[in-house]
């Protein structure tokens, strides 16, 4: 085989096993993101851009940072709130020192108003200045843990001031300067409400309940207080001023506007918690202090009655609904101060609960997040590392079965699926693959040999087309001796019959005839060689034609026919030679024949006939012998040249056999890189 030839095959064949081989083209469905994914695409091109902890970082970042926003809100909101109320308990701290300072102030005053009138100080003065003296001592220490905070320095300033100014009062200024102290107590009370933002409570329980207890009870005590330092100073004295009647008649009104102010405040408690309502009892305390009212209405302004057993009962009424007035108070003051605890400790206790809830759900977030980063990070290691495994032809292992269901199982599931299908390719491919190589091998020899037989009969063929051309060659020459022989033997025929016409020159005649003869002689031996040499050509062309097979078949026949011609002719040509010789003896004899001549002459007319009847016939014959050759050496040469062709195949076919060889080892060379179980 030619290296041009293997060239040829190679360039033929490797194309298509490169374009076998070959990863098919993988177009994009898309020819941009954003038609993929339309609003989607930044955060697609993104995501796509970061590794898988990056995305968990960034995701989780999304959510903790606003939740983290939110809880604090929330935090801040609750922690605002607990302040928030805490204060408020601090102002009831503040102020539930305060109502007993003003208690006493007034006892004080009251006091202080009798001795200023009549001259005598009563017994329970100094001690209750004493008192006196020491819960303001409290309200000191108060104002000193929550002054500043509450902002009420200077209304705390403006009472040690009216305090100050009480020890230097006259007789007459005593009611005055007390009221300004017992007024500074109540404006003090005032900022603490605002200071710590019990003004601002923002629930209508705590909120009415704070209005009635620190807007409506210190008026009305204060005002029933008045009443009653007015009202004892005038039965004790006997007498009251029209001033004094203003007075009291201004305090009473102020007593029902705040009173009924009390009711609505202490119903819209109810309305809202009737249990409150029900410990607070604040009806009967209204109803001590209307017939208080009225008692001084009637004593001190319409009858004017100065006994002393209206007195008395005046002083004991007073004395006993201030006290009432009092205890509602504290029990309103105490009442808010548990809403305002429980408020706060609700708000605790929802703070901790949330706390706690928040911790849990984020511990068990961080839990399930963690997991989650756990699955989808071994499931997205182990199908890289399979793939890995697979596309570095490592085939011995298949993935674990997954023991979940979620999308990473599924892929380790077509995973699996994959590397069943490659691991049975494989080995398929394998088994293929050693069999294309026995095959190409056998193949390839086979065509070697093939081209050795093919070369073989190829040169066969040359050598049968040489010697048919001769052959052809030669049977022409035959047919052209024949029908040269043919003709002369009717140039005979026609002199023997003008034999009878000259038998009177026999001598001559004779003479004639012995060289006719003669020459007779020479065509005889000359027919006789060409006879023998057809018969030696027709036998050669039967041998061959029996090598040739079926496609000699006819050129076999069409040679036993010239062979029998030859055979004949050899035949005549013998006879003729009989004949002449006996001429020729008849001749030598002379005269005894002469007689005879006649006849003789006849005989030899009809044999010189038929000599020329067979010499037709052989030259009839010999011409169909060279048509016949000459298309057995046509069809001989269209053989060499299919041969040839064939020869050619042949050794392009063991150049494709040797090239599939190769590409077949190629194969089993990059099959043996996968290693299968």
Do not use: C
Request: charged share 20%; no cysteine.
């Amino acid at each position: 085989m030619s290296d041009a030839t293997k060239l040829t095959v190679v360039r033929r064949v490797s194309p298509e096993m490169q374009e076998f081989l070959a990863a098919p083209k993988s177009e994009p469905v898309h020819k941009d993101a954003f038609h993929a994914h339309g609003l989607w695409t930044l955060g697609v091109v993104l995501m796509r851009n970061l590794r898988f902890k990056s995305k968990a970082f960034l995701i989780s970042m999304m959510f903790i940072i606003p939740m983290l926003i939110l809880t604090w809100m929330y935090f801040s909101n609750v922690l605002e709130n607990i302040r928030f109320s805490e204060k408020e308990r601090i102002g009831i701290e503040y102020t539930r020192q305060i109502f007993p300072v003003i208690n006493l102030a007034q006892q004080v005053r009251r006091d202080s108003v009798v001795a200023a009138v009549s001259g005598t100080a009563p017994a329970t003065l100094p001690s209750l200045s004493e008192k006196l003296r020491q819960e303001q001592q409290k309200l000191d220490e108060i104002q000193k843990r929550y002054g500043k905070d509450l902002g009420v320095e200077k209304s705390y300033a403006s009472l040690q001031d009216a305090l100050s100014k009480i020890p230097s009062a006259t007789p007459a200024d005593v009611f005055k300067l007390h009221t300004a102290y017992v007024q500074s107590l109540i404006n003090l009370m005032g900022q603490v409400k605002d200071g710590s933002n019990l003004t601002l409570d923002p629930e209508i329980v705590s909120f009415n309940l704070m209005n009635a207890a620190f807007g409506r009870a210190p008026d009305i005590i204060e005002s029933s207080a008045k009443v009653r330092g007015i009202g004892g100073a005038v039965l004790k004295a006997a007498s009251i001023t029209k001033e004094q009647q203003n007075t009291v008649s201004g305090l009473i009104t102020i007593v029902e506007f705040q009173g009924n102010g009390m009711i609505s405040d202490l119903a819209k408690v109810s309305e809202n918690d009737s249990k409150i309502g029900e410990k607070i009892n604040a009806k009967q305390v209204l109803d001590d202090t209307q017939t208080f009212f009225a008692l001084a209405r009637k004593s001190v302004i319409d009858n004017q009655d100065y006994a002393p057993e209206t007195q008395a009962a005046f002083v004991a009424a007073a004395n006993k609904t201030i006290e009432s007035q009092y205890g509602l108070a504290d029990r309103m003051i105490n009442e808010l101060d548990h809403l305002l605890a429980d408020r706060v400790s609700a708000m605790k206790q929802r703070l901790y609960f949330v706390s706690t809830m928040l911790i849990v759900f984020f511990l068990a977030a961080l839990y399930g997040f963690y997991t989650f980063y756990l699955v989808t990070s071994g499931g997205l290691k182990l199908i890289s590392l399979h793939l890995k495994k697979m596309s570095e032809g490592d085939l011995r292992k298949a993935p674990a079965l997954p023991w979940g269901k979620d999308e990473p199982a599924q892929v380790i599931h077509d995973v699996r699926h994959t590397y069943d299908a490659l691991h049975g390719l494989i080995k398929t491919v394998r088994h293929s693959a050693r069999a294309l190589h026995a095959t190409s091998s056998e193949i390839s020899a086979a065509s070697l040999d093939l081209s050795s037989r093919a070369e073989s009969a190829a040169a066969s063929l040359e050598e049968q087309s040489a010697t048919i051309e001769e052959i052809s060659s030669i049977v022409s020459n035959n047919a052209e001796q024949a029908s040269f022989a043919a003709n002369f033997a009717t140039d005979n025929a026609k002199v023997a019959e003008q034999g009878g016409a000259v038998i009177s020159t026999v001598v001559s005649t004779m003479q004639d005839i012995r060289a006719s003869s003669s020459k007779i002689n020479e065509i005889i031996g000359v027919i006789n060689g060409i006879a023998f040499q057809t018969n030696i050509l027709a036998l050669n062309a039967a041998v061959e034609a029996a090598r040739a097979g079926e496609q000699g078949r006819g050129f076999a026949v069409v040679a036993s026919e010239v062979r029998n011609l030859a055979q004949r002719s050899a035949a005549a040509a013998d006879e003729i030679k009989v004949l002449i010789s006996s001429s020729v003896e008849q001749i030598t004899t002379g005269t005894k024949v002469v007689e005879q001549a006649g006849t003789t002459m006849e005989t030899m007319v009809n044999n010189a006939r038929q000599i020329s009847i067979s010499l037709s016939e052989i030259s009839a014959a010999t011409k169909e012998q060279s048509l016949g050759l000459n298309q057995i050496t046509s069809a001989i040469q269209e053989l060499d040249e299919n041969t040839q062709s064939n020869a050619a195949l042949v050794e392009e076919t063991s150049a494709a056999a040797s090239a599939l060889t190769d590409q077949a080892s190629k194969l089993q060379l990059e099959i043996a890189s996968f290693r299968v179980a």
